[in-house]
């Protein structure tokens, strides 16, 4: 019964070409619109000039002239953000509500559309988390090093979300409303969402859930759309965050 409840259903499955976050969680990508050329194209129009690929590898992919890699790295050393805004990416985020907190948090460049429970009636998933240490030090937030052989953690947690999700199903079965029958189910609940943004705004996120003082959960996520922005925008990717 209990491995049941805790691995629940889905409205639907994990993509396969989906990024693996988590014990459940995923990141997808939908759509995307634009290229590294959008970019410096975005710029040169200032100016009404226009750059084309310098060339065109075997696979398809566009190459970009040496004096136009440079204007991206321009753009991104002196934060002139506007021409990495025209990009557009859509993502299908898969992850347990407290971290989906996170990610709605970055607001500028953003629209989100989630699950909605008031809709959705099947049994949720549910996140089991690696337990870590309470801050140390008087910090207020944060955690310490993984925890190893809690056992009884695990055995409470589960007990908790087994309970959580009876509830759930019985206030449904007793004819509650789904709106409000959702009231009960916890932060460890897993959610799904369309999360659309410019290569702008992802920026952003990225560099800040991957700092080390971001929490761990969001971090395996901010990785995971790294993983999934780069290819797309290998030049402004790298121009933006560092990475390649």
């Known amino acids: 019964m209990k491995e049941q409840i805790m691995s629940g259903k889905t409205s639907k499955t994990t993509p396969t070409d989906a990024v693996p976050v988590l014990d459940q969680g995923f990141v997808h990508l939908v759509d995307y619109m634009g290229s590294d050329l959008t970019v410096v194209n975005s710029a040169r129009v200032s100016f009404s000039k226009e750059s084309e690929w310098e060339e065109i590898d075997t696979n398809g992919d566009g190459i970009l002239a040496e004096r136009d890699e440079k204007l991206i790295s321009y753009l991104a050393k002196h934060n002139h ?12 985020i898969k992850a347990p509500i407290s971290i989906r907190t996170q990610f709605f948090k970055h607001k500028q460049g953003f629209v989100e559309n989630e699950i909605s429970r008031r809709y959705v009636q099947d049994a949720p998933q549910i996140y089991l988390p690696k337990w870590r240490g309470a801050p140390s030090g008087g910090a207020k937030q944060g955690s310490e090093d993984f925890l190893h052989g809690r056992t009884l953690l695990d055995q409470v947690y589960q007990t908790l979300m087994e ?6 199903k019985t206030l449904l079965s007793e004819g509650v409303a789904p709106e409000q029958a959702r009231f009960v189910l916890p932060q460890g609940t897993y959610t799904e969402w369309y999360w659309t943004g410019s290569l702008a705004a992802y920026g952003r996120f990225y560099k ?9 959960e ?18 402004s990717w790298k121009a933006l965050t560092g990475k390649q």
């Open 218 to 235: 969001i971090r395996q996520y901010a990785e995971a759309v790294g993983s999934v922005i780069q290819p797309l925008f290998p030049e």
């Open 81 to 92: 953000w506007t021409p990495f805004a025209h990009p557009q990416i859509t993502l299908r």
């Open 208 to 216: 800040q859930r991957t700092d080390p003082h971001a929490q761990w």
């Open 163 to 168: 309970d959580a999700l009876e509830a759930y």
